[in-house]
């Protein structure tokens, strides 16, 4: 059976941001599981879903946290699926100190860091982790890709029509 | 009886920083207990303790840790118990990343954080909490403000004579 | 009789932002003083005030402050209360310049900082320090603990729902 | 067959640096094939052994580079595979050049990013990344972790008996 | 025949920002190329039209681009010709990290840096560099700068009428 | 009589950065009185040393603190005269908290910031104040300009020599 | 004679921030001259301005600009008054460029730089410089002061009637 | 005749800097003139030799300065020539500050700014805008560039057999 990939976000607040992370996921045809989760406020229940993640068949962790962002080291402190970090861009720094809480983690227990705000690689970096031992998902990725490229050549033909 | 403090460092490397805070909180009197322990190597140990901190007698709780500091916010998660972060300076960013993990707590869970490095200060912080309600506590930090004072004044004294 | 807490603001700006923090500890019948005093304007004010807070009944201060915030360091210098420093985000630089100013505080003279803009956590950090010997006022702060705890498991099962 | 793990650096001068993940992944029993190569300076052998990767067994591959560090970006750019990014601290902005230089990608070509100078971390993430697929592999993460608990414990342990 | 100057940038949305390059080189009778490329949705067509740049009679290359910004880079990677760089602020960290992502290039491969968002500058440099051995243009750049300052004595003069 | 100079410092650790002011000072054959005084540990002492400074003969007065330093915006509250500030870079952040803390001042109270650690620039604004209304110390301050033109043409003849 | 405050701005969109320290400074009856000049866009005028500001009865400059704000260095090049750098807030890096640039100046040539669009406290730092030899200007800054604290008394008188 | 290239540096301090730059344009077999100059302390020599280089052969000039680097800025505000910055590394700030006030320029005098302490690639900037118009200098830099390709592809052939 395929894995599942669980969306974890500090706050509701961030939802708006990480949805994104999950249509992309959805469109890859991955199976998302979505929670409202904190490092600080629900501790025991981050805990034990990190603990028990693997054995209930996921295969990448995906933790959305703005400020002093903990939720992904904290979730990767009890698992050792592979845990991606989004930091959120909060009222004030500009998402540098979510970005630092992140990726500056200590030896031992790394966080996958994606931009700050930067919900829709988060899922395809996931779909990436998944599709090493899974063909219909890598070609998907590729289809991804190809996309992406003719989109931009569009808007490059577009933009020569237009000048 | 009087409330202990305990002071956690995140690595047994933060020690030589730690050990200005351990003296500091003996020479008041306070009991210290310190502790390894990491919020993402052994999660597990520090949830027990910050958990278990106010029933074995301790009054306020010492954090310190560099990078991604995530230890104070962890203890702070599981405790009422006032939390003290020391951000700790490593080889790069210069502490800031720290600063930006320990402070920038979100809504509900404070951290108390003084400076980089600054444990000196977070011993004095955790004996001022103490003495809120400790008249003799209270009179020793008065007492040492005074040295401090008188500190300074002998080296302006000293700088007039020489200059 | 109970410690009262001192809120005290650099700048009536302040005052929107520094409300979290009155609501938050009028909550825990806490007893609150709430004034509008400067480092650099009434700074005869500010150390008379700080000088006499303890005899004045006080246990904890608090400073809002933003810029070059002082507030906190000065009225620090006058007292062995314990002084929170709530970072207070300007026009320019985000905050980091109040943040700085607060957090970095030479040896011998700790402010106990929080987040920038973070009025509640300041609130709370000041209801820990009182509740050490209050064993009441810590009741109220594990009730408020679990209720956040609560908020959070709301809001990720009305999620369930609604995804 | 095991997927293999590249280890690409930017420079020569980041050997130091890259040895520890090197090491990391042959404990780990993972293959891993490490090369010099500049996004700048060998543009065409980085993208063609980006397009090749998949093909020729890799799973995983992981770049080292300092300052303007495009060479995580530049082989994700040629890749379906999950591209891991190491920022090298250089001479100056203590790392935090390379530091946004990786994380900051755009949309749709993700790099999970390490902390600065983070190669044992990297290491470990693209070993959690095989592991996805790999109960092999996942037992030793879970041995190292464990591990890892047990040398704070120790640690800590030491502590006790030396204070 | 006159060397062309070719602007590209890394996403449509960059056009209202690098519209001021078009219209300065154009009002210098420098003839223009625009595209938009990216070095990581298309890189393969961002190597081939720098590779080709020289050849096809570009002589100076302007690229636009926010976050990591690796496009002036990558373009620089496979041409000998003058390379310009405008960092674009995006949505979080207020350029800083398209700044240091487009100036921190390492030793043999440059990008001429102008100021975030700073694409009028971008096209003079390039004008500035054509002119080196075009005399006519030379002087469209004396006349330029002529003006500017005739523009700044306006302003004074009106300010001294106003006041 | 002429106006003196007080420089004050927070620390006797600042007396290598300050001696290179008091030499420039005595150069110009202002009279300079230089002071250890705190704005957190001698606070009472540094509102009466200004509050009478001006009454005692001074015409300008320097402060040098590093980390949070508040001390020339403490001084600066209890004296018209103008102020200005050293900020001073201590073991973490390299300054920037000294340069905030000093130059970020809040509107009623400037102090004339000055580099990090550029003591021999307050000196010589102190100087140019004093030199307003003192035709004599304007000549050397002319003559001090002079010299350096020349030190600077002697370099440059010296290295047309050499190279 | 009474010497005049002169006031340059690098662009005429400074204005808005400017004006604060035109009122301010008329307020204390100081003839202030307002100019546009640039550093860069009229060296010639802002040189010429500088070398003969004393001669033309200047007693201090105030400069004001933005990004890499040179204006306020330039005009101190050419001249031994005290000069008064205002870092001025554009669109981008929130001030930061504008406060190093006109901060850091290499040693010889000073710039008393004031906060971020500190424009008030420019034109009060000058006055203090100018009011050195002037008691009736003293006074006035005195008036000043002491305004300013019965302002912030009379809102902390109107807070507690409020609360 | 061909143009030469100026490079100027605000102290002879940035001498071990910049003989990077000197050396690889002699190695292109360009003329290169060198000065010390500074934009305050020589800021007349600085103006007069910016004003003159076009007539007198050069064809770019190379700026370098620390701190609040003004040098480029000035030197560009004087010609139409191309004007190259290097932002030189001081003793604070990491060459931060060096680096926004050579970038950050405003409209209409841009500057070309490389790396900090990138004195190499400055020089081989210099180099490729001369080439526009001159193909044995091309030739040359396409043959730089192919050796920097060989000698990566060399280190990565010895790094395969040392592993």
């Known amino acids: 059976m395929n894995k599942k990939v669980a969306i974890i976000m500090g706050s509701d607040s961030d939802l708006p941001i990480v949805k994104g992370a999950i249509t992309t996921l959805k469109d890859f045809g991955v199976t998302v599981e ?42 990767a402190a009890h698992t050792t699926l592979p845990v991606i970090g989004i930091p959120i861009k909060s009222s004030t720094l500009d998402g540098l100190d979510a970005l630092l809480s992140t990726v500056q983690m200590p030896k031992g227990i790394p966080v996958a860091t994606v931009a700050i705000d930067g919900a829709d690689n988060a899922a395809i970096l996931a779909a990436q ?30 933009l020569q029509a237009e000048l």
């Open 129 to 158: 982790m998944l599709a090493i031992e899974d063909e219909a998902l890598s070609a998907k990725l590729e289809q991804m890709k190809q996309a992406m490229t003719e989109e931009v050549l569009a808007k490059d033909a577009k």
């Open 34 to 75: 979505v929670h409202v989760m904190s490092a600080h406020r629900t501790p025991k229940q981050a805990c034990d879903f990190s603990s028990n993640a693997k054995a209930n068949g996921f295969g990448v962790i995906i933790c959305a946290a703005g400020k002093a962002a903990h939720l992904a080291g904290v979730i």
